[in-house]
């Protein structure tokens, strides 16, 4: 009792120093004193208890963003990524930014062939493939590269969106891949260090090749020496001469600085390029419905846009080559057309597409 009365009594004197004029009586009733400290411990509490419940909050809600990787095998500046990041932006308006497209462009997270085995796999989210190599996962998907097959965009979009588009993504979804959406590039082009008019003026060259069967016979066919590489080793492949050119639409060779290597742009417009924008099976399994219907959304979105876009700057793009100090050669295409014909019935044999490339053949008349 002593104890607590010297305790007390300390008290009621510090708080008379600061509180009372001198000479005023003050007490503090013992009882009021252990309300008031019993109050300011439930306080503390209950603010500490709110603050870990908004840090819990604040985690779930991190949490709840899907986040999705999407890898392409070319420069930041082609069509290709600016659709890519066009398709990224139209998701996160459409979900809120409940879902999140994260963009990976110049291969950081793999070449094509690292990319699509990945979709298989699940363990990459997105990629935008071109025909000629998704087909060698389904092999039909090469009837897309086949030289002079295609006469203009408009030729190539009536089928990409018809029934043969359809039986091509079924293919796809067959391997665990689903298309999304169309996208194009542009006819193709030869690139090389040396004038050339003709199919005999390029015959043994030897020239970079994509990983596709048609592309291989198809410049077999031209006389010329395909020599398969990946697209991100093409420049310095020219540079040390381990090739003699490559051929890609304009736009790929002038976003990836190809006319620091080569100087002659024959204008063979051999093939075009079709893309499809894809996702892994297993991944498109995984989302809810709702996540399905803003991405399909978006990717339809972002194909329209695309196509604009690829068009365009193919054309800016042959522009910049040649105020770079490239030379524009144009050729007779009839010779090319004859010396590549075997190409359209070895494929159609080989693959029983004879039908359907008649198919696409008659789409353009």
């Known amino acids: 009792m002593k104890k607590r ?19 005023t009586a003050f007490h503090i009733p013992r009882k009021s004193a252990g309300i008031s400290r019993r109050f300011c411990m439930k306080k503390m509490v209950m603010v500490a208890a709110a603050a870990v419940l908004a840090l819990a909050a604040s985690n779930a809600g991190a949490q709840s963003v899907k986040v999705l990787r999407l890898g392409s095998h070319l420069a930041s500046s082609h069509s290709v990524v600016k659709t890519a990041d066009k398709f990224a932006e139209l998701v996160t308006a459409k979900s809120g930014g409940k879902i999140e497209i994260k963009v990976f462009p110049n291969s950081t997270i793999g070449d094509q062939r690292a990319l699509v085995e ?40 009536k089928v990409e969106d018809g029934e043969i588009g359809k039986l091509l993504q079924a293919d796809l979804l067959a391997k665990g891949i689903r298309s999304l959406g169309w996208m194009d590039s542009a006819f193709r082009n030869v690139f090389i260090n040396k004038e050339a008019k003709s199919v005999k003026d390029l015959k043994g060259m030897k020239l970079r090749a994509p990983e596709s069967p ?12 395909p020599t398969v590489i990946p697209w991100g080793e093409v420049y310095t492949s020219v540079q040390t001469k381990v090739v003699e050119g490559f051929e890609q639409p304009a736009e790929g060779a002038f976003t990836s600085k190809m006319y620091e290597v080569t100087k002659y742009m024959i204008m063979t417009k051999h093939m075009y390029t079709v893309l499809s924008i894809n996702i892994s099976e297993a991944i498109w399994k995984s989302l809810t419905a709702e996540q399905r219907t803003i991405i399909s959304a978006a990717a339809a979105e972002a194909s329209a846009y695309g196509r604009k876009l690829a068009e365009q700057l193919d054309g800016e793009a042959i522009t910049g080559l040649v105020k770079n100090g490239m030379k524009q050669v144009e050729v007779n295409k009839a010779e090319f057309q004859t010396a590549v014909s075997p190409v359209w019935k070895e494929y159609g044999d080989k693959y029983k597409a004879n039908d359907l490339i008649q198919k696409i053949v008659d789409a353009g008349v």
């Open 214 to 225: 048609v592309y291989v016979k198809t410049f077999q066919a031209m006389g010329m020496n």
């Open 118 to 157: 990945g979709m298989q796999f699940g363990t990459v989210d997105m990629s935008i493939n071109d025909a000629g190599y998704l087909s060698n996962f389904a092999p039909r998907w090469g009837i897309c590269d086949l030289p002079y097959l295609w006469q203009d965009y408009g030729h190539v979009r």
């Open 5 to 23: 009365a010297r305790t007390s009594a300390a008290l009621s004197d510090q708080f008379a120093a600061v509180s009372r004029p001198a000479g």
